[in-house]
């Protein structure tokens, strides 16, 4: 907690905005050019963490106060594209003691217009906030009518930069939880295509905004790694590593992920005991069995069979078990 001390200084020196952008003699006493150093003593701000704020070119400031009765209300403003429309206020009265403190959020909240154009759609993490230190405000009465409001104009009532904290990307403030599509069997040219019973797409979400405690465990084919020092966590993949067997793909992706039509795999793709490479020593794309003198050749569709039955009718010559 400051001083009084410092506080009582502050009363009669720019601080905590940046010396030159208040307090200008001669200015519009509706603007905030003409704001009173006792007004405020002190104040400071935090950045969230998903604010695009560049310390070198946006700023900081008081946008406007407006007073209705004896009570004041300060809206602070940022110029970062991410923040701009999003007001931090601060409310005092004209009774409180000098010197009285009040912390403030800007929350965005989930589906609002400001949430879906520029912060995050958790809706429940401050995008900025802070603090104020109000002094005196006799003297800021006396410039300000009731149902009046002192205004901002450009460049004026800058926070010092020292007094802002930007924690963009600083931590993590909830995660997200998604699997990206599985690689997909396809058919030659030539075949049907295959038929799959629900809508395909690139990601396929599991939960959005996690919050709170959140225990990362090693799935299938998984690992995970933590560097303390730096703060990182490394997820990558090790054939056999995490849960489940090894190499194993008929872990659905997601509620109800069904193989194609005429399938049993989820990628839809055909194992190695499910593909005819070669008939006696011959291979090739595509094999054509036809029935002769003594054999009969049925399709067996679905079971995904041919059946081939010997049956001797037919033949010219018999088959002679000793030869």
């Known amino acids: 907690m400051a001083r009084a001390d410092f506080y009582?200084?502050?009363?009669?020196?720019?601080?905590?905005?940046?010396?030159?952008?208040?307090?200008?003699?001669?200015?519009?006493?509706?603007?905030?050019?003409?704001?009173?150093?006792?007004?405020?003593?002190?104040?400071g701000f935090v950045l969230g963490v998903q604010n695009d704020f560049d310390a070198a070119v946006h700023t900081v400031y008081l946008h406007h106060i407006v007073?209705?009765?004896?009570?004041?209300?300060?809206?602070?403003?940022?110029?970062?594209?991410?923040?701009?429309?999003?007001?931090?206020?601060?409310?005092?009265s004209?009774?409180?003691?000098?010197?009285?403190?009040?912390?403030?959020?800007?929350?965005?909240?989930?589906?609002?217009?400001?949430?879906?154009?520029?912060?995050?759609?958790?809706?429940?993490?401050?995008?900025?906030?802070?603090?104020?230190?109000?002094?005196?405000?006799?003297?800021?009465?006396?410039?300000?009518?009731?149902?009046?409001?002192?205004i901002s104009v450009a460049g004026a009532a800058r926070i010092e930069p020292a007094l802002i904290y930007n924690a963009?990307?600083?931590?993590?403030?909830?995660?997200?939880?998604?699997?990206?599509?599985?690689?997909?069997?396809?058919?030659?040219a030539d075949c049907l295509e295959l038929i799959w019973p629900f809508a395909r797409r690139d990601l396929h979400i599991n939960s959005t905004c996690l919050l709170g405690d959140i225990r990362l465990?090693?799935?299938?084919?998984?690992?995970?790694?933590?560097?303390?020092?730096?703060?990182?966590?490394?997820?990558?993949?090790?054939?056999?590593?995490?849960?489940?067997?090894?190499?194993?793909?008929?872990?659905?992706?997601?509620?109800?992920?069904?193989p194609p039509v005429g399938r049993y795999t989820l990628d839809g793709a055909l194992r190695c005991n499910d593909v005819i490479r070669s008939i006696n020593g011959i291979g090739g794309r595509h094999f054509e069995i036809k029935a002769g003198p003594g054999v009969t050749v049925t399709a067996d569709h679905a079971n995904h069979r041919i059946v081939l039955a010997f049956d001797m009718k037919q033949l010219a010559v018999c088959y002679d078990e000793q030869s």
């Open 67 to 92: 007073r209705s009765g004896d009570t004041f209300s300060f809206y602070f403003a940022c110029s970062a594209p991410s923040l701009d429309g999003i007001y931090l206020v601060f409310t005092r």
């Open 94 to 150: 004209l009774s409180d003691a000098p010197y009285s403190v009040e912390h403030s959020e800007a929350v965005v909240e989930q589906n609002s217009e400001s949430s879906e154009t520029s912060m995050s759609q958790c809706g429940d993490e401050p995008v900025w906030s802070g603090y104020l230190v109000t002094g005196d405000l006799h003297e800021l009465a006396a410039l300000i009518a009731d149902g009046q409001q002192m």
């Open 217 to 258: 465990a090693a799935g299938h084919n998984i690992i995970l790694r933590q560097d303390n020092d730096s703060g990182t966590i490394y997820i990558g993949a090790s054939y056999g590593a995490g849960s489940g067997a090894p190499g194993n793909s008929q872990i659905p992706l997601f509620a109800g992920e069904q």
């Open 168 to 188: 963009a990307a600083s931590w993590v403030s909830s995660l997200n939880l998604a699997n990206d599509d599985r690689t997909r069997a396809t058919n030659p």
């Open 8 to 43: 009582n200084e502050n009363a009669n020196r720019a601080y905590p905005f940046i010396a030159g952008t208040v307090a200008v003699p001669g200015a519009n006493p509706l603007t905030t050019a003409a704001l009173p150093n006792s007004a405020i003593v002190d104040a």
